[in-house]
């Protein structure tokens, strides 16, 4: 069975600042690993995943995640905060192969920015 | 555009009364999913569907009902034997459930707020 960890349910930085949001996942098979964002009373979209292959991954609005393996972690991070990145982000994991039942979510992490 | 559609966006139901929440895509998708979420708990599976008239429980499926007669579509029904049902009740789909696929992220509608009154 598969599992995701994510460290702090809330999460505050200042604008311009580094953002890191950490992830950890328990999985018997190679994983595929996903971060989406949540922005209030919306679904959830894709920022990035990893598959297989180069793991830096680099998603959309300057987000990327490194897959680290021997740490069994896929933590999130942007350079440079932006008011614009306030909202709930959320890891997943499904094992490779294809689950059945898609993916294991973590519990989310609401991500403040400070002005 | 591609998609998937999720209506009503919010709902009010009263006690006792079984309300049905809708979802339709034309990604051409074999996989769809329910998924419950509440402040601080994450998504929680309720059901899915890897094909047209077959679906499996997920973690949470006591008090709730689905179908599957057609690909696009995969409604939810809150029944009254659910004693808990104001959440945020999000739709998703991938291209399959199963078999080595390289693209298996879920696609997500932009949910149903229900909310019992």
């Known amino acids: 069975a598969q599992s995701v960890t994510q460290l702090g349910s809330h999460v505050s930085v200042s604008e311009g600042a580094l953002v890191l949001l950490r992830c950890n996942y328990s999985?018997?098979?190679?994983?595929?690993l996903f971060w989406y964002v949540q922005y209030p009373n919306q679904g959830l979209q894709l920022l990035l995943k990893?598959?297989?292959?180069?793991?830096l991954v680099k998603g959309i609005n300057g987000f990327e995640a490194e897959f680290k393996k021997s740490e069994t972690s896929f933590h999130l991070t942007k350079p440079s905060a932006h008011m614009s990145d306030a909202a709930e982000y959320f890891c997943?994991?499904?094992?490779?192969?294809?689950?059945?039942?898609?993916?294991?979510f973590g519990k989310g992490t609401h991500l403040i920015i400070q002005p | 555009d591609g998609g998937i559609t999720q209506s009503p966006k919010y709902l009010f139901r009263k006690e006792g009364q079984n309300v049905t929440l809708s979802c339709e895509q034309n990604?051409?998708?074999?996989?769809m999913y329910w998924y419950r979420q509440d402040p601080g708990q994450g998504l929680r599976l309720i059901y899915y569907?890897?094909?047209?008239?077959?679906?499996q429980k997920g973690d949470i499926a006591e008090g709730y009902s689905v179908s599957r007669e057609k690909k696009e579509s995969f409604p939810l029904t809150v029944t009254s034997a659910q004693k808990n049902p104001t959440a945020f009740y999000l739709c998703a789909s991938s291209i399959s459930g199963q078999g080595q696929f390289l693209n298996t992220e879920a696609f997500f509608g932009q949910g149903t707020r229900l909310t019992v009154v």
């Open positions: 569907s890897q094909i047209v008239n077959d679906f």
């Open positions: 999985s018997s098979v190679p994983p595929y």
């Open positions: 990893y598959t297989t292959g180069a793991t």
């Open positions: 997943a994991v499904s094992e490779r192969g294809g689950g059945a039942d898609g993916l294991t």
């Open positions: 990604l051409n998708h074999d996989a």
